[in-house]
């Protein structure tokens, strides 16, 4: 079974579409703020709930052998005008998932990021290996996410 965060947005439902065309299980956790149902495949289990909150993370995530991590809140300007959003949607968020796998024994990972990470690379395209200067709060949130995925898969041997 996959669990998809975000499976209700763009490319949360077609990642879903293309594992079931491939005969996989797939649940979606979607608060449904962005995403819309008329983008699920009807084969997918639902569950309407809030990476923001441990205990949907929880009912989510049981029966699971893997995560993949595409919810979060990837408005760049609302970073700047409500940054306590984008830290909770993308850094909470992504903690209280590794925090559910890791108390559920799962111990597989795909998250995406973004290039802003990079900030204002001069190098386009920009290869993963430049730096990390994010000059935005949205930026700043993957690189953490980015983090602290990289010492979870450390720490309790994810695999990421």
């Given at each position: 079974m996959i669990?998809?965060?975000g499976g209700a947005g763009f490319i949360g439902s077609h990642l879903a579409d293309d594992f079931i065309e491939?005969?996989?299980e797939v649940r979606i956790l979607d608060?449904?703020?962005?995403?819309?149902?008329?983008?699920?495949?009807?084969?997918a289990e639902i569950i309407k709930g809030d990476i923001r909150r441990l205990e949907d993370v929880l009912h989510a995530i049981r029966g699971v052998d893997e995560v993949w991590h595409v919810a979060a809140n990837p408005d760049v300007r609302l970073s700047a005008q409500k940054p306590d959003e984008i830290y909770e949607n993308n850094v909470l968020g992504t903690w209280n998932v590794l925090k559910a796998m890791v108390k559920n024994s799962v111990d597989?990972?795909?998250?995406?990021?973004?290039?802003?990470?990079?900030g204002e690379a001069e190098v386009i395209p920009t290869p993963e290996s430049y730096p990390a200067m994010p000059i935005s709060i949205y930026g700043a949130s993957k690189v953490a996410g980015e983090a602290m995925i990289s010492s979870f898969s450390h720490t309790y041997e994810m695999k990421s």
């Open positions: 669990l998809i965060t491939r005969d996989c608060n449904f703020s962005s995403g819309s149902e008329e983008f699920l495949n009807p084969s597989r990972i795909i998250f995406t990021s973004t290039s802003t990470v990079y």
